[in-house]
């Protein structure tokens, strides 16, 4: 095979993954800060130096344990996100798995630690996929999905939330689903919780009423 048809064919595959990488995020909004945390979030029960944002990653030493709220509310939308855990100092130990997670519908009056109101989308290592709080029906909670990415890997989610009904998709698979939230709407946060976490590629799509 000729160096310019390889060439020609490098170019190609090249144009190809643009275009996939890109098809998937038409119609969203990033909500990933360039610089600083506070160009989207407002942060809550968490000292600023807790956070710090570089290369398009949200770093959070996960301690003490807080949140970034997005400076809106939001009801009808697809959330994608990704996020992994520091692997240094990590133990086996089920009790000892790294937590992080996300709110929905989160109230922006504070309760003791987290918001007054939310649903919570687990980023627990053990219960990836977790869905629940805030009045959600037909949610499953605990360890559901047994097929894991390595510890410290990233993992993806793809929340959907319409009319307070949620659909949690795990790493392309869907992994839960509830419906009844109540509110049904209100702001999206990143949740610190005891160990280092990383958040990346947080991006919004609005949907219609």
């Given amino acids: ?17 643009f275009h996939a990488a ?9 909500l990933t800060p360039r610089k600083e945390v506070t160009e989207y979030c407002v942060i809550a029960g968490t000292p600023s130096e807790v956070w710090s944002v570089q290369d398009g990653v949200i770093a959070c030493t996960g301690k003490p344990s807080g949140y970034l709220r997005s400076k809106q509310k939001y009801k009808n939308y697809i959330l994608r996100a990704e996020w992994r855990f520091k692997t240094e100092g ?14 929905i519908h989160a109230s922006e009056e ?14 627990h290592y053990g219960e990836a996929g977790s869905l629940f709080s805030g009045g959600i029906k037909g949610a499953k909670r605990g360890p559901i999905v ?18 307070g009904t949620v659909r949690v998709v795990l790493n392309g698979v869907l992994v839960n689903e509830g419906w009844g939230a109540n509110p049904a709407e209100g702001y999206i946060c990143l949740q610190s919780e005891g160990w280092p976490v990383f958040y990346r590629n947080i991006e919004i799509k609005i949907l219609p009423d």
Avoid: C
């Fill in 1 to 17: 095979m000729g160096r310019e048809r390889v060439s020609w064919m490098f170019l190609l595959g090249a144009l190809l993954q």
């Fill in 22 to 30: 890109s098809a998937q995020s038409v119609g969203f909004e990033s």
């Fill in 90 to 103: 990590w133990s086996f130990a089920p009790s000892r798995w790294p937590n992080a997670g996300f709110l």
């Fill in 110 to 123: 504070p309760g003791k630690v987290w918001p007054k109101s939310f649903v919570e989308v687990q980023g």
């Fill in 146 to 163: 047994k097929d894991r990415v390595p510890f410290g890997a990233w993992d993806r989610y793809e929340i959907t939330s319409h009319d």
